[in-house]
T-cell receptor, first 114, second 112 residues
């Protein structure tokens, strides 16, 4: 049973390009969380999704950022027109259900905007 | 808004020492997680607890709900324990989904 898989592990984008980050949850998990870790800062919640639904996106910037978790395939975090301030590590976690359950984290995607 | 404070921010110790990392939070929670992150690496969940104490190998986590405080202890510390240890809380949500609120982490270095 593979863990939470994120790809790519490292992503370099020029300012203005789009970044797509993928997260495949653990087998049997239908709840996905995205978190961002800025340099020298703690992790911050971005968005919580279940299959085909965004449950809570209160941590997502209002512009340029979007997330989806389709019926088939991985969850995608998309950042349009990236800026240098988007450079960070983006982590995905999955759980079997919401609420008080163990959450398993992926290895993260380190985005660098040049 | 729940604030999560960790102390110390940085800790350097000698191999074999007993390590304690503290976490305090401001409002009621349903669970608290201790996470480990190695430099450039992913995040590993060490413990999830809502009361009492849990032990796994050389790691012990305790929580005092009344005092809104948790501690992570490492016995017989080893250089491979060097990592960032992160406390995260899951607060009660009003029916919507919730994510975790994280402390800024404790940078632990164990010297041989």
């Amino acid at each position: 049973n593979a863990g939470v898989m994120q790809n790519p592990r490292h992503l370099v984008r020029r300012r203005g390009q789009e970044a797509r980050l993928r997260c495949s949850p653990m087998k049997g998990h239908s709840h996905v969380y995205w978190y961002r870790q800025l340099p020298e800062e703690g992790l911050k919640f971005m968005v919580y999704l279940q299959k085909e639904n965004i449950i809570d996106e209160s941590g997502m910037p209002k512009e340029r950022f979007s997330a989806e978790f389709p019926k088939e395939g991985p969850s995608i975090l998309r950042i349009q027109q990236v800026v240098r301030g988007d450079s960070a590590a983006y982590f995905c976690a999955s759980s079997a259900s919401g609420g008080v359950t163990e959450a398993f984290f992926g290895q993260g995607t380190r985005l660098t905007v040049v | 808004k729940n604030e999560v404070e960790q102390s110390p921010q940085n800790l350097t110790a000698q191999e074999g020492e007993f390590i304690t990392i503290n976490c305090s939070y401001s409002v009621g929670i349903s669970a608290l997680h201790w996470l480990q992150q190695h430099p450039g690496g992913g995040i590993v969940s060490l413990f999830m607890l809502s009361s009492g104490k849990k032990k796994h190998g050389r790691l012990i986590a305790t929580i005092n709900i009344q005092e809104k405080h948790s501690s992570l202890h490492i016995t017989a510390s080893h250089p491979r324990d060097s990592a960032v240890y992160i406390c995260a809380v899951r607060h009660y949500s009003g029916g919507g989904a919730d994510g975790l609120t994280f402390g800024k982490g404790t940078h632990l270095i164990i010297q041989p």
